[in-house]
């Protein structure tokens, strides 16, 4: 169960590390873009931590205080998250 977590928290920050990248490339082109509800829906649904990695790498969203607050939060919670499983599987950790 706790791999699958795991792997479900991975693959969600691998999407919005993406969408991320897209959306970004997307505003340069003046492209259709990805909406704010979709790349916060990601983020809040396991892919924190990719979202947060998205913004920084692509200089995206940096302005809106919601997205660097929120996205950091979420990055924090779901590191948390994932040391505390890592931790509770392996007490030789920490």
Partial sequence: MEQMLLLFILIMSVIAFGVMGYDKSQAKK???RVSE???WTLAVCGGGIGAYL???MFR???KHTNFRVG???LMILYAFLI???VKANNPVIA
Avoid: P
């Fill in 60 to 62: 995206h969203k940096t």
């Fill in 71 to 73: 996205f950091l939060m």
């Fill in 37 to 39: 509800r979709t790349l």
């Fill in 30 to 32: 003046r492209g259709q």
């Fill in 54 to 56: 998205g913004m920084q």
């Fill in 83 to 85: 040391f505390w499983i």
